[in-house]
């Protein structure tokens, strides 16, 4: 015979509701979904630094990596990528093209960097001949040129790397006529054989759209960056990698008495960054990446104003734009606040600085010791002069 199902006790019931709900409730548990853990889901499927460029050397003819000026870690990283990459047939570096010299010294860049002497000589004459109203005397740029020249000696020559400057014949420090300089060089690049290492400012090797605006707020006068003028005609051949930093503005990074220099986006990526133990990554992005350039890495803590919505007059710095529109991928090395100022070193000779009349008068300085106050107050974030 059988035996009567007992009814479920209320305190049963409970008990089994509770088991219920523990199972089910983390089904519906609120996703996170704030800007520094959506960040995090890119850099976890990232890879290290060398890793990740030496893979786009591999697929694409240029690869543009996006420095921010006067911080010798970004240059100390390129030093870095030249002495652990490039030693392959398909990671070879046949060209590192660079802002920081004019076409004008390409025969002694030539010399320099296949010479069998290191030629300091040649190397402080290509950072005098850049477009910087006081040249370029830092030790950070003069190492990249050493780092070409000594990896070079390590290598056959069928794996050595030329340097290429990309400034303008002509001393100009006209944006747009810059930005159309590079843009013939790594065309010309592009069509010859090999893949390139293109590294600038990372006004320059965005996909920027930039504009001047005339007086009285007229029309805004528009042209693309050198690596937009790449992308418009070989989509396929470039791939722009931004390095990561803090907030600068034509004077350097700014300080924060809290973080030492102000962070992008307040450090809401940064916290991603800590959250992946700050280890060095470099990671692909989309139109999806938590970072905009109009609110948030251009203009949001940094005292600009936010990009309109809609264009007005022209103007091309829209609040739609997304960080993918401007660059493919980013590189992380250390937390910001490690970073240090470019060291300043001794390049000039006395015949040099005797024609800064030509480059504008009146000069900013007539002297050595006035073009180093004057840099230190210009871009205060440089470590002044050093004997070592």
């Known amino acids: 015979m059988n035996r009567p199902l007992n009814k479920f006790s209320p305190t049963a019931l409970c008990a089994l509701l509770l088991v219920f709900l523990g199972l089910t409730l983390p089904c519906y548990a609120k996703p996170k979904n704030d800007r520094a853990d959506i960040a995090l889901r890119y850099i976890k499927k990232g890879t290290t630094p060398y890793e990740y460029i030496a893979d786009k050397l591999r697929n694409y003819k240029v690869v543009a990596i996006g420095e921010d000026h006067w911080i010798a870690d970004h240059s100390e990283f390129l030093c870095d990528v030249l002495r652990n990459v490039g030693y392959t047939e398909d990671t070879h570096i046949s060209n590192l093209a660079l802002e920081f010299g004019s076409e004008r010294d390409q025969m002694m860049a030539d010399t320099l960097a296949f010479g069998k002497i290191w030629n300091e000589e040649y190397a402080n004459k290509i950072l005098l001949g850049a477009p910087d109203l006081l040249g370029n005397p830092y030790k950070g740029y003069r190492d990249v040129l050493y780092t070409v020249w000594e990896t070079n000696q390590q290598k056959p020559d069928s794996l050595k790397t030329r340097i290429v400057l990309l400034d303008p014949w002509d001393f100009t420090r006209n944006p747009k ?149 401007y660059c493919d991928g980013i590189i992380f090395i250390k937390p910001v606040k490690e970073f240090t100022g470019m060291q300043l070193i001794d390049i000039y000779n006395d015949v040099w600085v005797a024609t800064l009349a030509d480059r504008i008068d009146p000069p900013p300085a007539r002297t050595k010791e006035e073009i180093f106050r004057k840099i230190l107050e210009w871009h205060p974030t440089c470590l002044p002069l050093s004997n070592k």
């Open 177 to 325: 006529i810059r930005d159309e300089n590079m843009a013939k060089n790594l065309r010309n690049l592009i069509c010859s054989k090999g893949k390139t290492i293109f590294y600038a400012g990372q006004a320059h090797t965005q996909y920027q759209t930039r504009g001047q605006q005339g007086r009285n707020n007229g029309y805004y006068y528009n042209y693309p960056s050198g690596a937009k003028y790449i992308k418009m005609c070989y989509p396929n051949d470039i791939f722009s990698i931004n390095l990561w930093g803090g907030f600068m503005d034509s004077d350097g990074y700014l300080p924060n008495e809290e973080t030492v220099w102000m962070l992008i986006d307040g450090g809401e990526i940064d916290k991603a960054f800590e959250k992946n133990g700050n280890a060095p990554v470099g990671f692909d992005i989309d139109v999806s990446f938590p970072l905009t350039p109009s609110q948030l890495y251009a203009g949001g803590n940094s005292g600009r104003e936010p990009w309109p919505e809609k264009p007005e007059n022209g103007n091309p710095y829209t609040g739609d734009l997304t960080m993918a529109d």
